[in-house]
Every structure is written in C-alpha cells, then in structure tokens.
C-alpha cells in the first residue's frame, strides 16, 4: 500500500524567507516518484517538482527545491525566497506503477 | 499544451439519481485518474484507468463505479447520490509511470452538491 503522510495542516512564513514544507511517504515499490503539487484559491493543480526513487541528486526547479531522503522515506519541499503568491495549499504525491495517492496538504500563508 | 476537461464546474443533483461526470484528455495519456478533494483529507483516489476498459479501485470506490470506453474519456459514475457524495471532483491524466514525463494533468474540477 502507498501512504503519503503531510503533517502541517498549516504553515506561515514572512516574505523573503525559507519554509520547508514536510512529508513522509511510504510504499513497497522499489521504483517511484514523488510530486509536489501547488493549488491556489482558483483551484487549479500546479505541478511543482519531480523526484524519481533512483534519482541521486535532489530535484531543484527555480525556487523549488526537494530535500529527498530515502532512508527516511521523506520528501520535503524547500520554497527559497517566499513570495505573497506562494499562498496556496501544497500537495505531495507519489506513485509507484500506476496507482498516484496524495497527502491531506499544506496550507501556506506568506505575510508581508 | 495539455488539456484536461471536465465536463461540469458545478453540478446540483437529488439523492438518489444517478450522476455522471466526465473528463477528456487530448494528450494521449494511458493513466486516467479520479479524485474527490474534502478540506482536512486532501486528494482521496476513487479510481484509476491504464488503458481503455481497464479501471482499478482506488482508496474509496465504495459508491462509484467508472467506465473508460476510449483512451481520451474517463467517466465517474454515482449510481445513486448521496448527501455524503458532496465534493470536489477531480480529474487528472499522464502518461505510464516511467514513459515520458510522469506528472498528472489535472482539469479544473466539478463541484457536485446532492441535494
């Protein structure tokens, strides 16, 4: 079974600073994938950032970056340099084979 | 770029009817997906689809039941509706796991309310 666990139901952080968004995974799969995703208040689902199990450098997209440790089984999301329009939820996802299950999300709130 | 399209942003239906919701896909994508989005549970996968009449149960199907008669279209089926099927209804496509790029697309979802 694939199980996605978010732990922050919410997190604030002030504008220009880091904040790290957790999440720990677990799965009987040898390959899989782990997605972060980013939905606003519109609703629509942004996807974020990619990191396969084999991968052995930690994915990085812009300001993105996921801090990915397999022994741990965890897949933190690091957003640099927030933005007011980081505010969103964010969701981590994995899927191993076909089968893609997500956690029950973050919700970010960035002040100015 | 890639498009999918739930057929309703919003839907009202009775309980006990039964509800259709579909979503198409113009990437060619094998993986079909349907989700239900509640606040404080995220995104629960109802069913899956890798191929044209090939569906899989995901975490909750108790209720629901889909169909995949061609690879573009992937139809969520209420088969009779309940107040406790209010939500968000989520649709997303991608190719196989492990052949091109591996995230999902997600249309804009159908906001079902059963009255």
């Known amino acids: 079974a694939q199980k996605i666990t978010q732990t922050q139901p919410g997190m604030f952080v002030q504008e220009k600073e880091a904040v790290t968004l957790d999440c720990t995974y677990d799965?009987?799969?040898?390959?899989?994938?782990l997605f972060w995703y980013k939905q606003p208040s519109s609703g629509e689902m942004i996807f974020l950032i990619y990191?396969?199990?084999?991968?052995?450098q930690n994915a990085t997209e812009g300001r993105y970056s996921l801090n990915f440790q397999k022994a741990r089984k965890s897949a933190n999301l690091v957003i640099s340099a927030s933005q007011l329009g980081d505010s969103a939820m964010y969701f981590c996802?994995?899927?191993?084979?076909?089968?893609?299950?997500f956690g029950t999300g973050t919700r970010l709130l960035v002040s100015p | 770029d890639v498009k999918v399209t739930q057929s309703s942003r919003y839907l009202v239906k009775r309980t006990g009817e039964k509800v259709f919701l579909e979503c198409v896909q113009d990437?060619?994508?094998?993986?079909m997906f349907w989700y239900r989005q509640d606040p404080g549970l995220g995104l629960r996968l109802i069913y899956f689809?890798?191929?044209?009449?090939?569906?899989e149960k995901g975490d909750i199907p108790e209720g629901y039941s889909v169909s995949r008669e061609k690879k573009e279209r992937f139809s969520l089926i209420l088969e009779s509706a309940s107040t406790n099927q209010t939500s968000m209804y989520l649709c997303?496509?991608?190719?196989?796991?492990?052949?091109?790029?591996?995230?999902?697309?997600f249309g804009q979802g159908t906001r079902l309310t059963v009255v």
């Open positions: 997303a496509s991608s190719f196989l796991y492990g052949q091109g790029d591996t995230e999902a697309f």
């Open positions: 799965t009987s799969d040898q390959s899989y994938g």
């Open positions: 990191q396969g199990s084999y991968d052995e």
């Open positions: 996802a994995m899927r191993g084979l076909q089968k893609l299950v």
């Open positions: 990437m060619d994508h094998e993986n």
């Open positions: 689809s890798y191929d044209v009449k090939m569906k």
